[in-house]
């Protein structure tokens, strides 16, 4: 069982439980961003700056917000911190090999996606292999 003690008497209970999901939602999803994207107090020098800053961290956070939105809407309700670990595993790789004529080759592509982050993809109608395959070939210095 779980208790809120507040203040707001006019407010029904299923009002009151809404919004206290809302806070503590909004507060993991600032608490992620502060740390993983670095987005945590710098101490600028002048007043655009801070401006800048916080613009990119609401930014940052309305973008958040529309993805867990669209997810929401396809029957996803993970956290923000829940989709993060599991879409980490999906990445682009880079493989360096070298060639009979002593050229090494750069191969870089993207993963295969686990089938949960196919899920993910899917509902956000993007595609799950971002980009092409791009390959660079570099001439080695003897």
């Not at 396809?74 to 880079?94: N, P």
Request: glycine share 2%; net charge positive; aromatic share 8%.
């Amino acid at each position: 069982m779980y208790y809120l003690c507040t203040n707001i008497m006019d407010w029904e209970p299923e009002r009151l439980w809404r919004t206290y999901t809302i806070l503590t939602d909004l507060e993991a999803v600032f608490r992620s961003l502060k740390s993983e994207l670095g987005m945590r107090p710098v101490y600028h020098q002048t007043a655009q700056r801070v401006e800048a800053h916080l613009w990119i961290t609401l930014l940052a956070y309305h973008l958040v917000h529309h993805i867990r939105m669209r997810l929401k809407a396809e029957g996803i309700h993970d956290s923000w911190d829940m989709l993060r670990q599991r879409m980490r595993t999906h990445m682009h790789v880079t493989t360096p090999m070298r060639t009979k004529d002593n050229k090494t080759l750069h191969i870089r592509k993207a993963s295969r996606p686990e089938p949960w982050q196919q899920v993910i993809y899917q509902a956000l109608n993007l595609s799950s292999n971002p980009g092409e395959i791009c390959k660079t070939v570099i001439l080695d210095k003897d």
